[in-house]
C-alpha cells in the first residue's frame, strides 16, 4: 500500500514495515530486521580547555525500535515505534509535507531517552557533503563526523608532528572533523538534503554501505528531507530554509584588506610603502586597535571593546583621511570582555554575565589572561552587547570587523533562560552572528559594513556577512595549512555559506612552523579568486613572511591585489547571485557539470562561479601543477591555451596560478583583461 504525502512524497507499507521517498529517492526504509530508528540514554563527561573539548560518553542503552505502526491521520502520518511487539510505544514520530519538505516531528514517550540514533537510506556508490565547514573531506563518505563547534585544533591530523606536540603541551592538536562551523544538515550527491533541526550534540555517521547513522544527544524538534532536480536548484532550496547572506559592502572590491598591527604609525608607514608599490588596499585591519597583550602563544589582544589611544594615537581622524582615499578601517570584537576592562566591570554589575554554579561570574581561561562570558540569553545584556558594537564600532567610524570566538561557550555556565550550556553551546555562535547583524541594521549599515566570523552554526547563514576558514597553521599541510580552506569553502557553500575567504599566509605558527615567502605569495594567488582578500601578520609575526617582506613579494602581492580588482565585476555577479539565489561564490565542479563522475571526488579544485576554474598550487615547490577540467571549451588564463576537458598539466610559476575560463563565457574579455596584468 502505498500513501501519497505529496506529489513528490510517497509512504511505501512493506510487509513488516515502510519506506518513504521524496522524487523517487528511498531516504528512509525501515523493517523489523534492519530498524531505522535506536534509541537510548547515556552520560557524558565534556571537559574544555582554551577552546577545546574532551568529549567522552558512556552509553548505558541502546535499543533498536523494531516495531512501527502506521497510521494516517488528516494533515499527517503518525509511525507509533515500540521495543517490542504490541509493547509500549517509546517515541511517534509524525509525517507530513511542508513547502514540498519532507518534516519528521518526534514526539518522546519514554521520559528516558537522550539518545536517538536515525538511519537515512543509503546506496554504497553515493557521496555526501556539507555538515557545516569541513577543512579535511569535502566528501564525507566513509567517515564519522562529530558536531560541536570547537577550535579546531593545531594541525588537525594526529598522525604529524604538530598536531602530537600541540596535544603534548597544549592539549590542542585537533582531529579531521574538528572545525569551528558544524552543521547537522548532509547534501546527498542524489540531490537531496536532509537537516536535522537541534543544537545538541551529534556525530554523523557516513562510513556504512546502505544508511548513514545520525546520532542526537537529544530528541530532536524535527527532522527535514528536500530534494532538487539539480544542484543549483538543491542549494538554492537549502538557502531558502536558512537564509541568506547580504552582498559585499562596494568598497570591498577597491583591494586586499591589510592585517597590520603596531600603532597608528606603524600601520601608516606599511600602508604608504603597500601603495607606492602599486598594492590595491580596501582596507586596513588592526586587531589590535583596542591594545594587545603578550602572552607565550604570541601576540594577543586586549579585550576591552573600545579604541586605545595609547597604542592608536589619533585613530579617530585618521579613519577619516583614509575613508577620504577610498581606504576602510576594520577592527576586532568577540563575545567576551577582559577582567581588566570597563566593560567587565560594567557587565558584572549589571548582571549581564553568565554565572557559575556558585552564583559567581564565570571566568574563561583564554590562555593566560581570563574573561567573563556575556550572556545573550538575558535580553538586557543582548540589548546592552549590541550597544556596544553600536556605540565603540560603528560609530567610531569602523566599516568592518573580525567577530572572533563564537565557539567558546563552556558546558557548565549557568545561563539566564535557564537552558543547559550543552544544549547553548551550538546555538552559540548562531546567536553571536545575529547580535553583530542587529547592530549593523539598526544602525543603517547594512550593505556597507562587514563583519567577519570563523564561528557558526545552522542560522548563522542569514546573519554571517561573510565567513573565514579559522586559524589555520603557516604550513603547506592539507588538514590544517592552505589546501583546507579550499574544502573549507566548497562544504560551507553547500549548505549556505557561499561567502568565504582566509589568512592569507595562515595564522599559526607554533612547534617549529614559520610561514615562508612561498606559502604567502601561493596563499595571495589563491586570495585572488576569492570573494575578499586579507592578510594577517599571524599570531607571531616575527615568525611569519609578511607581505612586505622583501621587494619580489611586494611587487608579486601587487600584482596579484590588481588582478583581485580587475576581476571585481565577475565577482560582484557572484556575490550578488549567492544573496538573491543562495548559490556559493566558490562551487565544487559537480555543481555545473552534474554528469562528470570525477568531479564529485576533487576537493582542491573549485569553480568560481560557473565561469572560471581554480586549482590553488598547495605544494611547496611546484614548477608544473596536474589539473582536472569538466569536459567543455577551457582556456588557460595566462597563456590562452585551449583545452577540453580531463587532466591537464600547466606551468605554474609564482603569480601565475592554474586558472582556466569557458571559452563562451560573456566574461571571456574581462578574463583576457585580467590575463595581461
Known amino acids: 500500500m502505498s500513501i501519497k504525502i505529496d506529489k513528490k512524497i510517497k509512504l511505501q507499507k512493506l510487509n513488516d514495515g515502510f519506506e518513504i521517498s521524496i522524487n523517487e529517492i528511498t531516504v528512509l526504509r525501515h523493517t523489523i530486521e534492519q530498524p531505522m530508528l ?7 563527561k565534556i571537559d574544555m580547555y582554551r577552546g577545546n573539548f574532551d568529549i567522552k560518553d558512556y552509553v548505558i542503552e541502546r535499543t533498536a525500535l523494531r516495531y512501527a505502526t502506521v497510521e494516517e491521520s488528516d494533515d499527517s502520518t503518525l509511525i507509533r515505534f515500540s521495543k517490542y ?3 509500549e510505544e517509546s517515541l511517534i514520530i509524525s509525517i507530513k509535507e511542508e513547502q514540498q519538505r519532507l518534516k519528521l516531528e518526534f514526539d518522546q514517550k519514554d521520559k528516558m531517552i537522550n539518545r536517538i540514533w536515525l538511519r537515512a537510506a543509503a546506496d554504497q556508490d553515493e557521496k555526501v557533503y556539507g555538515c557545516g565547514e569541513q577543512l579535511s573531506y569535502f566528501n564525507m563518505r566513509g567517515k564519522n563526523f562529530p558536531l560541536w563547534t570547537s577550535e579546531p585544533g593545531v594541525g588537525r591530523n594526529k598522525t604529524t608532528y604538530t598536531t602530537w606536540q600541540a596535544d603534548v603541551k597544549d592539549k590542542a592538536g585537533g582531529d579531521y572533523y574538528n572545525t569551528n562551523f558544524p552543521q547537522p544538515t548532509y547534501v546527498s550527491s542524489k540531490k537531496y538534503y536532509c537537516h536535522v533541526e537541534t543544537t545538541a550534540y551529534a556525530d554523523f555517521d557516513f562510513q556504512n554501505d546502505s544508511f548513514h547513522e545520525l546520532q542526537i544527544w537529544d530528541i530532536p524538534k524535527y527532522v527535514l528531507f528536500e530534494a532538487a532536480d539539480s544542484f543549483v536548484s538543491l542549494v538554492e532550496k537549502i538557502t531558502a530554509l536558512f537564509g541568506r547572506q547580504p552582498e559585499l559592502p562596494e568598497w570591498t572590491y577597491n583591494g586586499v584588506w591589510l592585517g597590520i598591527q603596531g600603532g597608528t604609525d606603524v600601520v601608516e608607514e606599511k600602508l604608504e610603502r603597500a601603495l607606492a608599490k602599486g598594492v590595491k588596499v580596501g582596507g586596513v585591519w588592526c586587531q589590535d586597535w583596542q591594545g594587545k597583550r603578550i602572552t607565550s602563544f604570541g601576540k594577543r589582544l586586549m579585550w576591552n571593546w573600545r579604541w586605545n589611544p595609547e597604542e592608536y594615537p589619533n585613530l579617530d581622524q585618521k579613519t577619516k583621511e583614509w575613508k577620504e582615499k577610498g581606504i576602510r578601517f576594520l577592527g576586532y570584537i568577540n563575545p567576551y570582555v577582559a577582567i581588566e576592562g570597563d566593560l567587565y566591570k560594567t557587565a558584572s554589575e549589571k548582571g549581564y554575565l553568565a554565572l557559575n554554579e556558585q552564583g559567581e561570574d564565570y571566568l574563561v581561561d583564554f590562555g593566560e589572561f581570563y574573561c567573563g562570558v556575556v550572556d545573550f540569553t538575558n535580553p538586557e545584556a543582548y540589548e546592552w552587547y549590541k550597544e556596544v558594537i553600536k556605540d565603540n564600532l560603528i560609530d567610531f567610524g569602523l566599516d568592518g570587523w573580525m567577530a572572533d570566538f563564537g565557539e567558546y561557550l563552556p558546558t557548565d555556565v549557568v545561563l539566564k533562560n535557564g537552558v543547559s550550556a550543552k544544549i547553548m553551546h551550538n546555538a552559540w555562535p548562531a546567536i553571536w552572528a545575529k547580535v553583530n547583524y542587529e547592530a549593523v541594521q539598526e544602525s543603517g549599515k547594512l550593505g556597507e559594513v ?21 586559524d589555520q597553521s603557516v604550513n603547506w599541510s592539507l588538514d590544517d595549512g592552505l589546501a583546507s580552506v579550499i574544502p573549507a569553502a566548497l562544504s560551507s557553500g553547500m549548505i549556505g555559506c557561499g561567502l568565504s575567504h582566509s589568512d592569507i599566509g595562515g595564522y599559526t605558527s607554533l612547534h617549529g612552523n614559520k610561514r615562508t615567502k612561498e606559502l604567502f605569495m601561493r596563499w595571495a594567488e589563491m586570495g585572488a579568486f576569492t570573494p575578499v582578500m586579507r592578510t594577517h601578520e599571524g599570531n607571531r609575526p616575527d615568525d611569519c613572511f609578511q607581505f612586505d617582506g622583501d621587494e619580489e613579494t611586494l611587487e608579486h602581492f601587487a600584482r596579484m591585489t590588481n588582478v583581485y580588482v580587475k576581476l571585481a565585476p565577475y565577482t560582484k555577479e557572484l556575490v550578488k547571485m549567492n544573496a538573491e539565489s543562495g548559490l556559493p561564490v566558490q562551487r565544487p565542479l ?3 557539470y552534474e ?6 571526488d576533487i576537493q582542491y579544485q573549485y569553480l568560481y562561479g560557473s565561469d572560471l576554474l581554480v586549482a590553488p598550487v598547495y605544494e611547496e615547490k611546484k614548477e608544473k601543477w596536474s589539473v582536472y577540467l569538466p569536459e567543455d571549451e577551457w582556456v588557460h588564463l595566462w597563456t590562452g591555451e585551449e583545452y577540453n576537458g580531463g587532466g591537464v598539466e600547466v606551468d605554474v610559476p609564482l603569480g601565475y596560478p592554474a586558472v582556466f575560463y569557458r571559452k563562451n563565457s560573456v566574461f571571456a574579455k574581462l578574463f583576457k583583461e585580467v590575463s595581461t596584468i
Not at 453 to 466: F, I, P, W
Not at 595 to 600: G, L, Q, V
Open 38 to 44: 535506536y534509541v537510548g540514554y547515556g552520560e557524558e
Open 85 to 87: 511487539p504490541k509493547g
Open 450 to 470: 562587514v563583519y567577519f566570523m570563523r564561528a557558526g552554526y545552522t542560522g548563522s547563514q542569514k546573519y554571517c556577512t561573510l565567513l573565514w576558514a579559522g
Open 590 to 592: 559537480f555543481m555545473h
Open 595 to 600: 554528469e562528470d563522475e570525477k568531479s564529485y
